[in-house]
């Protein structure tokens, strides 16, 4: 079966550098937030074009410790999609704040800035931009609409590591950027990890304080609502050595992508489209009326076969109902036709060409 991710392949393929990092930690004697996350942190700003980089214990608590850096209160209320895996919705729960749901484009699947024009504005203060599955939003529009009504802007960057539009990078758009480093990411680490980036002084120092008790100075409280959500040594230096193969192996998942894309040319079977840098294809995620046919069809030529993600945010249960009166008609749709193929760097040409052979077969 040829699997989603394969990070034994992807360890082979680093040879001893990673190895030889986390030999240099273990023997360093410091841990947690040294040297290596410093010079991690410095590194991924630049990278990614911003000021400056927090490194944090996870990508839930990089969006969260945002949106407490940026002032959101509890009752709050901050715009997101609903179609993103529900992990900006856990973070601004955990925050105290109120997700308003807003609905995707058709094409992209991802936010609607027609649909977030629309929304009933009352508490919000804020938009969380989630660019999916690797692809760069409408960033232009979205910012124009939230300039416009006084709102934060948060990217939440998880699966798009490395997008960039006009030579913008995702992170480099918004007042903050939420980044995380699970290993599966386009860049992941050997454990959990985040960030949060960013370019305004002040903004940074309060995420800084944040990811750390609220400390001012050592022992010193200066900022309520913070907590221990740090990045450790071993992950920082693991993510300096990754860095270096994140653009290669971006452009990696871009080929397989377009090979795909080529095998379905006659076919009914939609996928995200192609937008060159600004893609960088996290997930490669078809859309079909026939999903369960698609599924049987892949498993039947040794294809696995997921769905990111299969229950829209405002229908979990765990909200007993609150959103019941809210339909995204869009997002609904296409959480029933969603399936996604492997498209992780370490592909063999011969896999690619037994994915391509099968989404071509397809009748
Ligand atoms: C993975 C992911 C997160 C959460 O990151 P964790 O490190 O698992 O907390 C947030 N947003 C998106 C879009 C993700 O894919």
């Not at 649909?115 to 938009?127: E, N, R």
């Not at 995420?207 to 008790?213: E, G, K």
Request: negative net charge; charged residues 25%.
């Amino acid at each position: 079966m040829i699997a989603l991710n394969d990070l034994k392949r992807a360890s082979s393929d680093e040879g001893g550098r990673v190895t030889e990092a986390a030999q240099r930690v273990l023997a360093s004697g410091w841990y947690v937030l040294g040297p290596e996350v410093v010079a991690f942190e410095r590194r991924f700003a630049d990278y990614c074009g911003v000021e400056q980089a927090v490194g944090v214990g996870n990508g839930t608590d990089a969006l969260e410790l945002a949106f407490r850096a940026l002032g959101l209160r509890p009752g709050d209320g901050i715009a997101m999609v609903a179609n993103a895996g529900m992990y900006a919705a856990t973070a601004a729960r955990a925050a105290g704040c109120e997700p308003v749901f807003c609905d995707i484009r058709d094409d992209s699947m991802l936010l609607d800035p027609h649909a977030l024009s629309a929304i009933d504005a009352g508490s919000v203060k804020a938009v969380v931009v989630t660019h999916l599955y690797g692809l760069l939003a409408d960033m232009p529009a979205i910012l124009e609409i939230a300039r416009r009504r006084g709102w934060y802007v948060i990217e939440d960057c998880a699966q798009a590591h490395g997008a960039a539009r006009e030579g913008r990078r995702a992170g480099g758009w918004g007042d903050l950027a939420a980044f995380s480093f699970y290993p599966t990411k386009n860049l992941g680490a050997s454990g959990d990890g985040g960030a949060v980036l960013g370019s305004d002084t002040d903004l940074m120092a309060a995420v800084r304080a944040l990811r750390q008790y609220g400390w001012s100075d050592k022992y010193h409280v200066g900022r309520s609502g913070g907590r221990n959500s740090r990045l450790d040594e071993l992950q920082a230096a693991i993510l300096t050595e990754r860095l270096v193969d994140l653009d290669r192996n971006n452009a990696r998942r871009r080929a397989i992508a377009d090979r795909y894309a080529s095998a379905l040319t006659r076919s009914s079977i939609r996928m995200q489209p192609a937008d060159g840098e600004a893609h960088v294809h996290h997930l490669c995620v078809l859309r079909t009326d026939r999903r369960d046919a698609l599924r049987e069809h892949l498993h039947g030529r040794g294809v696995a076969t997921d769905i990111h993600y299969p229950c829209p945010d405002h229908r979990q249960t765990m909200w007993s109902g609150l959103y019941d009166q809210v339909h995204l008609p869009v997002t609904e749709r296409a959480c029933r036709q969603l399936v996604t193929v492997p498209c992780h760097p370490w592909l063999r040409e011969d896999e690619i060409e037994q994915v391509a052979d099968a989404l071509a077969t397809f009748q």
